[in-house]
T-cell receptor, first 111, second 115 residues
Framework: DTAVSQTPKYLVTQMGNDKSIKCEQNLGHDTMYWYKQDSKKFLKIMFSYNNKELIINETVPNRFSPKSPDKAHLNLHINSLELGDSAVYFC??????????FGPGTRLTVL | KQEVTQIPAALSVPEGENLVLNCSFTDSAIYNLQWFRQDPGKGLTSLLLIQSSQREQTSGRLNASLDKSSGRSTLYIAASQPGDSATYLCAVYPYSGAGSYQLTFGKGTKLSVIP
């Protein structure tokens, strides 16, 4: 009965590779988000996606791209991975501006 | 640009004590404020959501208050237990417009409750 799920839980890859992280929510929410938690544990918004409207945080490199096949999914694609991309990535969902529910996180390590 | 500050960064208390965690934000034009708990290596668990028209919310031993005019929120934990040990995060929702759905987080308060 997981509300917001992410796969994989851990991802270890080499610099320069392209990878994807999947996110699914079964809460019937209409807005989904991706957040990044850096090595200092600071959480920062990357994207929000609502009714096909994508809002991008201006600090996110264009190597990162979210893709939403339907309302229940928002996947994160990362091209040409760099060392600095190592972090924990969290997916979340909500109804518009209501309470956000977070997934368990994906720990990405770039070697 | 909205900034969220949480004080103290870390707190250690004996079991049974009541405690207060503080959160302040620079732009009072917020929509909602949400408190989360994060256990080591885990995701975020939503504790309380205070909507802009509300001044406080309660859930069990937790009580959160919001004073938008002064840019402050507090999370009160009554009769603390070792199981309350975690990092507590405060997050605010910017008010309307582009980016209106995106949380801005503080850096958290790491709480340790000693048996």
């Amino acid at each position: 009965d997981t509300a917001v799920s992410q796969t994989p839980k851990y991802l270890v890859t080499q610099m320069g590779n392209d990878k994807s992280i999947k996110c699914e929510q079964n809460l019937g929410h209409d807005t989904m988000y991706w957040y990044k938690q850096d090595s200092k544990k600071f959480l920062k918004i990357m994207f929000s996606y609502n009714n096909k409207e994508l809002i991008i945080n201006e600090t996110v490199p264009n190597r990162f791209s979210p893709k939403s096949p339907d309302k229940a999914h928002l996947n994160l694609h990362i091209n040409s991975l760099e060392l600095g991309d190592s972090a924990v990535y969290f997916c979340a969902s909500s109804l518009v501006t209501a309470e956000q529910f977070f997934g368990p996180g994906t720990r990405l390590t770039v070697l | 640009k909205q900034e969220v500050t949480q004080i103290p960064a870390a707190l250690s208390v004996p079991e049974g004590e009541n405690l207060v965690l503080n959160c302040s934000f620079t732009d009072s034009a917020i929509y909602n404020l949400q408190w989360f708990r994060q256990d080591p290596g885990k995701g975020l668990t939503s504790l309380l959501l205070i909507q802009s028209s509300q001044r406080e919310q309660t859930s069990g031993r937790l009580n959160a208050s919001l004073d938008k005019s002064s840019g402050r929120s507090t999370l009160y934990i009554a009769a603390s237990q070792p199981g309350d040990s975690a990092t507590y995060l405060c997050a605010v929702y910017p008010y309307s417009g582009a980016g209106s759905y995106q949380l801005t987080f503080g850096k958290g308060t790491k709480l340790s409750v000693i048996p």
